[in-house]
């Protein structure tokens, strides 16, 4: 096995670069032909979907392989190599494998568990099989591949969140409606025509919404998906195309708002959404304050107060003995010296806890000690004998407070209330990648924001660590099968030719035999030929199983030499039974490729 994988996806590249390394039907089919008539390659299939374009290959040199298939990919996206170069990731044999089954399975997505991905492999095998690009190694890989990937979804729970990256969003949108409930009959905008922008569409017009507008800079691209929207026999949704300077407009009266456009800078800055929700609503747009923030809830911290940040509470341990306090009941956080922890006490708790935090000596004795005369003290004693004076005792804590330095306390923060947060007007999914919508529309009453990070942290959340690493088990367990039954029958030419030469040693020996014997009869020749075949047989039997078992083995790729060579084979017998087996797959390629045709209808 020689399989090269070279790609790009969204976990190498900006979303803006894959948008412009993007290929259409056509581009796909002529870097398969160009690939399958490269001097490395022999088979070849594409597999481009809105978060990666990867070319696959059997080639005869590795390293040759590599430039010849980045050089291809550059060629045909029409992004420089030099600049696309530093994105590409390559996978050779067994890794190569492991890759092509964990994206069938999810592992490899935006939003892992998506099964759409699955369809895109078929329909990049029927597109490999239509041109001839695929041979006996690409088939099986591929074929392996949505076995594999139906085998996660039906043994595992990772598709609990296998939805497209758009499905998952337009949830996160819906706040756990039913999703078809909340569009049915809404106005969308799209801002681009793109792959995932042109996902984004379909799936809108599939979950109901009443009115699709594309936005797009290039006008052919946007009417191009607004024709492909409005053929759609599933669907009966209205689509229009409009300019890119008539998004503010198309904003106000649209419901819902999806933009991936792959630019280098913000499309929807938070003033533009807010002009929008403002001349939609007629009401002024206000910045929705919480005191908790995050993505997923629209919600983010604005903190203008230093009071609201927490402080570590001061330790007790050892400072609590006799003091007046009910400790159980005292809130974590507060001190038990300062203003906080004495408010709103009565007289004389205050007094006893003035003398508790003065070690022994009352607030009252070192208010007489810091100035208080004979006035004071007759004053004081009416105070100790009259608890309506409490208003005094509180003079003389602030006088001691003056005197003797303000205790520092550690106040707990305020609660701010945050007023309820009015129902969107304006539903907007961001999926690009750098983002096309200013974060700071996820603070803007009446908007509800979903971007990729957003979605990233409820995917995140989803309960599925089990389910991915059972999937991942399965992915190692068919890549090691799939290893071992393309290093086994990498050996098949090798035996069946050492079998041939076997049956014509036989033939031949039997040939001398009637010469030397000509009045042999029929039935002791039949009876001699047999015995020999069997002893032959049963000679090359047991090593002929050992080998093919070692040769499923990794690194069992030699033993098919060792074996050509023990046994003087013919290397042209061998490549022979190989083209026999390669017209055999052709064959059966074609009448595959024909019974698809005709299963998929008229184009």
Request: aromatic fraction near 2%.
């Amino acid at each position: 096995m020689s399989l090269l994988v070279v790609g790009l996806s969204h976990r190498s590249a900006p979303v803006s670069l894959l948008e412009r390394a993007s290929l259409s039907a056509d581009g796909q089919d002529k870097l398969l032909q160009d690939t399958v008539a490269a001097e490395p390659a022999t088979e070849a299939a594409v597999l481009a979907t809105c978060n990666r374009i990867e070319l696959y290959a059997d080639v005869d040199k590795f390293h040759a392989g590599v430039a010849e298939l980045s050089t291809l990919l550059a060629q045909h996206s029409g992004v420089g190599l030099e600049e696309l170069t530093p994105y590409l990731y390559v996978h050779y044999e067994d890794r190569a494998v492991h890759h092509l089954f964990s994206v069938a399975c999810g592992l490899d997505s935006m939003v892992v568990g998506e099964g759409q991905i699955l369809g895109q492999i078929k329909n990049s095998l029927a597109r490999a099989q239509d041109l001839h690009t695929a041979g006996r190694l690409l088939n099986d890989l591929f074929q392996q591949a949505l076995r594999v990937g139906k085998r996660a979804h039906s043994e595992t729970g990772i598709d609990r969140a296998g939805q497209s990256l758009v499905t998952f969003g337009l949830q996160q949108l819906s706040a756990g409606a039913d999703v078809q409930a909340w569009a049915r009959g809404k106005k969308a905008l799209v801002i681009g025509a793109g792959s995932m922008s042109s996902l984004a569409a379909a799936t809108l017009a599939r979950v109901g919404v009443g009115e699709i507008v594309i936005a797009n800079r290039t006008w052919d691209r946007a009417e191009r998906l607004v024709q492909i929207l409005t053929e759609d026999d599933d669907t009966d949704v209205l689509a229009r195309a409009v300019p890119m300077d008539a998004v503010p407009l198309e904003l106000t009266r649209a419901d819902v708002a999806v933009s991936c456009t792959g630019a280098t800078g913000l499309v929807l800055t938070a003033e533009t959404v807010t002009a929008a929700v403002e001349g939609r609503t007629g009401t002024p747009v206000t910045v929705a304050r919480a005191a908790e923030g995050g993505h997923g809830s629209g919600r983010t911290a604005v903190r203008t107060d230093v009071r609201e940040t927490p402080l570590p509470p001061v330790g007790t341990t050892g400072a609590d003995e006799n003091c007046p306090l009910d400790l159980a009941a005292a809130e974590p956080g507060f001190s038990l010296m300062g203003e906080s922890a004495v408010a709103g006490m009565d007289a004389a708790t205050l007094e006893q806890h003035g003398a508790w935090v003065g070690g022994g000596a009352s607030l009252l004795e070192r208010s007489r000690e810091l100035g208080g005369g004979a006035a004071d003290r007759r004053e004081s004693a009416r105070a100790e004998a009259d608890p309506e004076t409490d208003a005094e005792l509180i003079t003389a804590l602030a006088a001691t407070v003056a005197s003797a330095g303000r205790v520092p306390e550690h106040r707990r923060p305020e609660p701010v209330a945050a007023a309820p947060r009015p129902e969107p007007a304006l539903f907007v999914l961001d999926l690009a990648m750098p983002r096309d919508v200013d974060a700071a529309v996820h603070r803007l009453a009446g908007v509800r924001l979903v971007d990729i990070e957003s979605l990233a942290e409820a995917s995140a959340d989803a309960p599925m660590a089990a389910d991915v690493d059972q999937v991942r088990r399965i992915v190692s367990d068919e890549v090691a099968a799939f290893g071992a039954a393309l290093r086994a029958a990498h050996i098949t030419p090798t035996v069946v030719a050492l079998r041939t030469m076997a049956a014509d040693v036989v033939s031949s020996e039997i040939a001398r035999l009637e010469g030397r014997l000509p009045g042999l009869d029929d039935k002791h020749r039949a009876e001699i030929t047999q015995t020999v075949r069997r002893v032959v047989d049963k000679l090359l039997h047991a090593p002929t199983v050992r080998v093919k078992q070692l040769a499923a083995e990794p690194g069992g790729a030699g033993y098919a030499d060792a074996l050509r060579t023990l046994f003087d084979l013919d290397p042209e017998t061998v490549a022979s039974v190989s083209r026999a087996d390669r017209d055999s797959d052709d064959s059966e390629k074609h009448d595959d490729s024909e019974k698809h045709s005709k299963n998929r209808g008229p184009a």
